[in-house]
């Protein structure tokens, strides 16, 4: 990992190099799913207004909470329908837990400064970036051109970055936008 520049980009376009990561993995290991579904929430991070909210729907989308309870009654999910429930098991179905340590430390990046300025470059998240590179290079997969996310400039919006629109870096929704 390039860590020289990626301690240039925001925390938001860390976060959307990270997604990059996700469904750069999700299609070379399990190419036959359709993976936009899970995908279409995530990149509503790039332009969001609340990153806590979007914390909390992304968590529903991640197979670590989907099968902690056996049906949709038992999980008291707010932000997907019984349908999405059953929707989204069933794409994880016979997914390795790779996929979802990626997922998870998406997620950890945005909870590590939630409701806080960000230290120095933001160090933690440049740890759980190297984390999820760690894992696709364990499994064979090139991590995506890092230059695509240096417009996001650390130097923004005290480290978060501008807002900008996310789903034009996403390999998975421009094949079905």
Known sequence: MDSCKLKE???????????????????EKYPTKNWSMIF????????????????????????????????????????????TFYKLRNIYEGVDDSLNQIL????????????????????????????????????NIEPPDLDTVLFSKFSERNGWGNPFDGTKLSIILNKTI
């Open 104 to 139: 998870l430390a998406i997620r950890a990046i945005e909870e590590e400064y939630a409701y806080s300025n960000i230290p120095g470059c933001g160090e933690i998240s440049l740890e759980y970036l190297d984390e999820i590179i760690t894992i696709l290079k364990n499994n």
């Open 9 to 27: 980009v925001s925390l938001i376009g860390r976060i959307a190099y990270a997604i990059m990561c996700a469904e750069k993995f999700a299609i």
């Open 40 to 83: 279409k929430p995530f990149w509503q991070v790039s332009n969001c207004k609340a990153l806590d909210e979007w914390s909390w729907i992304i968590m529903e989308y991640m197979p670590k909470y989907l099968f902690e309870f056996e049906n949709f009654k038992d999980a008291e999910f707010e932000y997907i329908d019984e349908s």
